[in-house]
């Protein structure tokens, strides 16, 4: 299954919308492609805090060989599917929905979704690999980004193919490591081993749950998230601190450097998971970061979520703060930094942060306040995983079709479907191994089961959820 390249998290970069009277229409796609004939299901999910009776979405894709494409339009409730032409090989579909009654956490049209196809009109080959909306698309469904959602003109979800306005990835430590980041990455240092001195080394906490240090190895989790740097800027506060970088640039308003480490030269073991770019890992480990520099003025406590840990020097009475060290290389040691830009000035109070010569000290901070001394605005939208604790972990069903159940997941495991007849009869029993949480569409074969009332449940992971569903 293709991992849509801007669902690096499920954190909602639009910050503004956990606001009172919001809207937040997230889209959801999936497709199932011939060699001439792209066919596409989408359908939307209402995770705002108001109704949303009209909105509009756009779905961009790229003709081959100043081609004409054709529009093929399956179902489509209370929209409009107008095909529009930007340039001699870019084109749009533009759907406008009206009416909707689409209230929060209700879906549009069904979980089963919009169904349409594009074809050229000679029927040769199309190609999806090379579209904006349709490259990345896999057969489950999936959160895209690459549709942008519009309520009232206003953008609510989702990015336009303008690489301008593109969110930012940036990496923050968890506190928990059972934490269950929408996107998570890995950067391992092998640090010094003869007369290893890696280790917390001040401060009032030596505990960073996200931080491995052993057997000469010292270990970062980060979890991702996304500032697009107009509306979301990442937040200021009355002090200075800095989060892995994983983008190209660092959002608006922060300024980019970079740590070498020069790793054991025998036998290292220096690795990673996920997608780290730009850092790099191999005989040696370059981290890079983004620098958010203090707000004075700010009335916020606390950056991102008490969830993260950050890089920063500061300690409160709702801040705890911890000193790491890295005992890098100590022959030919070849430590250094990448300052771009920044100013001596800044230089200096980047170096507070993160210090050290032959050896490499991050100094860490974790929120130990209380959450409602946070201002809201610092809170993500992020209905999928921020969930209360006493929320409930079990499998929903959310539908059913001839060649489908529609299932939402919330931890990872292997889910088993069954489908019973109103007669009390099993017509079916599905088992999926190793899902993820999310929304999954898991196939199964009618065959000749006719229409009618059924009951379907899930279960997974010792819990369990049915519903009462009717076939058409």
């Not at 004409?68 to 579909?93: C, D, H, R």
């Not at 000679?122 to 690459?146: L, Q, R, T």
């Amino acid at each position: 299954m293709k991992k849509l390249y801007l669902a690096l998290l499920w954190v909602v970069s639009m910050c503004f919308a956990s606001g009172p009277d919001q809207p937040l229409v997230k889209m959801f796609t999936r497709s199932s492609n011939d060699a001439n004939y792209g066919r596409f299901w989408v359908y939307a999910k209402n995770e705002g805090n108001v109704s949303v009776p009209n909105f509009d979405f756009d779905v961009e894709f790229t003709a081959e060989n100043g081609k004409t494409p054709q529009l093929e339009v399956w179902y489509g409730p209370n929209a409009t599917f107008t095909l529009e032409q930007k340039n001699s090989n870019k084109w749009m579909i533009h759907v406008s929905v009206r009416g909707a009654s689409f209230a929060p956490n209700a879906y549009f049209p069904n979980v089963s979704g919009f169904s349409f196809g594009v074809h050229y009109t000679d029927w040769s080959n199309f190609n999806v690999s090379n579209d904006y909306s349709f490259a990345d698309i896999g057969s489950n469904f999936e959160v895209n980004k690459k549709i942008p959602v519009y309520v009232n003109g206003n953008i609510v979800f989702g990015y336009p193919n303008d690489p301008s306005v593109w969110p930012k990835r940036i990496g923050v430590l968890k506190k928990h490591w059972d934490y269950a980041c929408d996107e998570e990455v890995i950067i391992r240092i092998d640090a010094e081993e003869n007369g290893n001195g890696s280790g917390f080394v001040e401060g009032e906490t030596v505990y960073i749950p996200s931080v491995y240090v052993g057997r000469g190895l010292v270990e970062f989790m980060y979890c991702v998230l996304e500032y697009d740097g107009t509306n979301n800027q990442l937040p200021r506060v009355p002090f200075d601190y800095a989060v892995l970088r994983l983008d190209d640039a660092c959002p608006a308003g922060t300024q980019a450097f970079g740590r070498f480490h020069d790793t054991e030269d025998d036998t290292h073991n220096n690795y990673s998971s996920g997608n780290i770019s730009p850092n790099v890992v191999d005989w040696n480990v370059r981290k890079e970061f983004c620098f958010v520099p203090a707000d004075n003025s700010s009335n916020l406590l606390y950056p991102v979520s008490g969830e993260y840990a950050i890089f920063a020097n500061v300690s409160n009475a709702n801040i705890l703060y911890s000193d790491l060290k890295v005992d890098d290389e100590n022959d030919r040691n070849a430590n250094r930094w990448y300052w771009y830009d920044a100013s001596v000035s800044v230089q200096n109070r980047i170096k507070n942060i993160i210090y050290g010569n032959k050896d490499t000290h991050y100094r860490i901070v974790q929120w130990n306040g209380s959450s409602n001394m946070l201002a809201k605005r610092t809170e993500l939208a992020n209905t999928e995983e921020l969930i209360p604790a006493a929320a409930s972990l079990s499998p929903v069903v959310r539908g059913v079709d001839h060649s489908a159940v529609n299932v939402e997941i919330k931890t990872a495991g292997t889910a088993k479907v069954s489908i019973v007849n109103a007669n009390g009869a099993v017509v079916a029993k599905i088992v999926k191994e190793n899902l993820q949480p999310g929304f999954h569409r898991v196939e199964w074969h009618s065959g000749i089961v006719p229409n009618g009332r059924y009951i379907v449940t899930v279960e997974q992971n010792g819990k369990s959820n049915a519903k009462s569903v009717i076939l058409k």
